[in-house]
């Protein structure tokens, strides 16, 4: 699909809506479960029309598996208002081209995007310092990294300066206490988490605002007792750590980043907010 083939919004969601008219992006969106489909429900709920970004052999490389992209999109437009549209793309971000052909098509698909949330990530194929390698090392930094700045970069280039413009990245609390087990993942987000007040600096004068958002832990899928990757004594630790004796759900910080890049939340710039539900470490 060319520019000049970009597909109208056909009776575009009412305006008074908090992203009527607007266009995003979510990466990461390949399960029902998954943080990424909260946010995009959201969204579309919102007023906005979405893009979603996906990578199957990531997905059915873990133990919960992967859900067919067609239930996927078919689900998502049962959150959309009407006028909001649902698009959807295969991308691979360890290509060097990834995160450019992630732009490409939002806007071949849309004409312009407004909102750019951030939310894929590389699970497995990790370890210790011990146990490190640099494939591993390199491998997180394409995919958790490398494309995130990319895509931000692209994103920005084609944004007009219109109101609204909003960038999310996800980090995963390395600032709050230790993953030693995860040292390549730990990496990888931190240098997210730590880049964000320099990149948001840059993005600002073009009138796009950028926050990165730490969930905390969220069952997706791998904190089930039964199908999930970790042992059950250490997921009984764990939620025994929240003091509301659950796990955070994908709708928990979706509720936080679809804040964030409403209009209300266009006085936050250049933060990297947890949202934990009170989770104690130690």
Request: overall charge negative.
């Amino acid at each position: 699909m060319h520019a000049d083939d970009v597909l109208p919004l056909s009776d575009p969601p009412a305006p008074d809506l908090p992203l009527g008219g607007r266009v995003a992006v979510v990466t990461g969106v390949g399960r029902r479960r998954g943080i990424g489909f909260a946010i995009a429900s959201r969204l579309l709920g919102m007023g906005a029309s979405v893009l979603v970004q996906h990578w199957a052999p990531h997905d059915e490389a873990q133990p919960w598996g992967s859900d067919p992209i067609e239930e996927v999109v078919a689900a998502l437009r049962e959150s959309a208002v009407a006028g909001a549209r649902v698009e959807e793309t295969s991308v691979d971000f360890a290509a060097a081209e990834g995160a450019s052909h992630l732009i490409a098509r939002g806007v071949a698909a849309f004409g312009h995007l407004d909102v750019l949330v951030c939310n894929h990530a590389l699970s497995g194929d990790d370890g210790d310092l011990a146990s490190m390698t640099a494939e591993r090392l390199d491998h997180h930094w394409q995919v958790n990294t490398r494309s995130t700045l990319l895509a931000t970069r692209d994103f920005a280039a084609q944004h007009d300066g219109r109101p609204g413009g909003r960038v999310i990245w996800m980090t995963s609390g390395q600032t709050q206490g230790p993953m030693p087990s995860e040292i390549a993942y730990a990496t990888s987000k931190a240098a997210l988490a730590g880049v964000t007040p320099s990149v948001a600096a840059w993005l600002a004068p073009q009138g796009i605002l950028l926050n990165t958002v730490n969930p905390g832990p969220v069952n997706t899928g791998y904190l089930d007792l039964v199908g999930g990757d970790r042992p059950s004594d250490v997921v009984e630790s764990l939620v025994a750590r929240f003091p509301g004796g659950r796990f955070g759900e994908p709708d928990d910080p979706a509720r936080l980043i679809a804040w964030l890049v409403s209009d209300e939340g266009r006085w936050m710039v250049g933060q990297v907010l947890s949202t934990e539900g009170g989770f104690r470490r130690g």
